[in-house]
């Protein structure tokens, strides 16, 4: 992995590739930043760099059998660990070594692949993955032996905030004194998910948006699409180039996710004074709760998305508004006055607690259900 084939975060790469070159290697780094900000194709870059002893951008001239190994992500010294999930072949006690070939294939396809995109990948949508103990366990067992070229041992722990409080206090001696020439590199979306004596123990590393230019000029270099369409396609990726590859792909859930958001809304408001509308949003919350857990939260992100979208329409604010509606006669002229100052902050807390709820197991039709009845309300609010 090229430090060049990253997008943006160059004040990041210089950091690192000085970091390395000066032999000032922190053995304990969080990288922390939104999804799709090339958080883990740096991270390997970055251990390719100093496994490898490689110079430059280019990530490259140095050990070449060490860089082959890269192409397949099989390296020796460089490891992984990732939430997971019991499955079909994997009944009991999971951990990241039983899906190390699954793990590999999903990187090398889409190195700005998101969480739900790894749970797609291993078809368990409807299940939330973890790490446990046991991947502790392994962390501990790897990392006491030496390395297999002599160099350094580098640990990738990609969603670091998944680990489970067993999994994190099994690990903190070991942060704190590492064996020698042992790299940890902890990668989160969610900063504040981690226990503070975990992150206390890490150098922080923040990682921003990617810029729009870069994300449509990575299109129009990588996929050959049409400038126009390429920017366009940046703008509504926001910075995550996860998700500008999604839409370039046509792989976005985008339109399903758009009209059933139209359907809610629409329902909600007409069931004011109505009770044959309820049912029908009874069975609009059994539609959402089959989409699966992770399915469920990233419906209901969209829908913030929705709102917040509709609020800065409402208040002229034009050009901060890149969702274009494709449903039948929705608009935002026509929505936004619905959405204001006396319900946003009410919508959005109930949209956050029905994501708290669904991420802790809770029954996701009795969820939906019951933040549907309260849209009911929201949506009138004057």
Not at 18 to 34: D, M
Not at 110 to 136: C, F, H, M, P, T
Not at 158 to 187: Q, V, Y
Request: hydrophobic share 40%.
């Amino acid at each position: 992995m090229q430090f060049s084939q990253i997008l943006g975060q160059d004040y990041i790469k210089n950091h690192l590739i000085k970091s390395a070159t000066s032999g000032r290697i922190p053995h304990a780094q969080l990288f922390v930043g939104p999804e799709g900000s090339g958080m883990l194709p740096m991270a390997i870059a970055y251990a390719q760099y100093i496994l490898c002893s490689n110079t430059g951008m280019e990530n490259e001239g140095g050990n070449e059998s060490c860089n082959m190994k890269f192409d397949s992500m099989n390296h020796p010294d460089l490891h992984f660990v990732y939430p997971n999930v019991t499955t079909g072949d994997v009944k009991k006690n999971p951990k990241s070594s039983d899906f190390i070939a699954e793990w590999r294939e999903f990187v090398l396809n889409n190195y700005y692949g998101g969480l739900s995109d790894w749970y797609s990948y291993l078809g368990v949508d409807n299940k939330q993955g973890i790490i446990r103990v046991e991947d502790a366990q392994e962390i501990l067992k790897t990392l006491s032996l030496k390395s297999y070229e002599g160099g350094y041992k580098v640990m990738i722990i990609w969603m670091a905030d998944k680990m489970n409080s067993d999994c994190s206090n099994r690990l903190l001696k070991l942060l704190e004194e590492p064996p020698a020439k042992t790299l940890f590199l902890l990668i989160t979306e969610n900063e504040e998910d981690l226990i503070q004596t975990i992150r206390s123990r890490c150098q922080v590393i923040q990682f921003g948006p990617v810029p729009e230019a870069l994300i449509a000029e990575g299109l129009i270099n990588n996929l050959e699409i049409e400038e126009s369409e390429a920017y366009k396609i940046a703008h509504q990726a926001q910075g995550n180039n996860n998700k500008a590859l999604e839409i370039a792909y046509g792989d976005s859930n985008d339109n399903s996710y758009e009209i059933w958001f139209v359907d809610w809304v629409r329902t909600a408001f007409k069931a004011k004074g109505n009770a044959a509308a309820i049912q029908d949003l009874i069975l609009w919350s059994e539609t959402i709760a089959s989409l699966g857990r992770e399915g469920q939260k990233q419906f209901l992100n969209y829908c913030i998305v929705m709102f917040r979208q509709a609020m800065l329409y409402n208040y002229q604010t034009d050009k901060l508004v890149y969702i274009e509606p494709t449903v039948a006669n929705f608009t935002f002229e026509k929505f936004a006055p619905f959405v204001n100052g006396n319900n946003i902050e009410e919508l959005f807390t109930e949209l956050s607690d029905a994501i708290y709820h669904i991420e802790r197991n809770g029954n996701a039709k009795i969820i939906l259900t019951d933040l549907s009845i309260k849209l009911t309300r929201l949506i009138h609010k004057k």
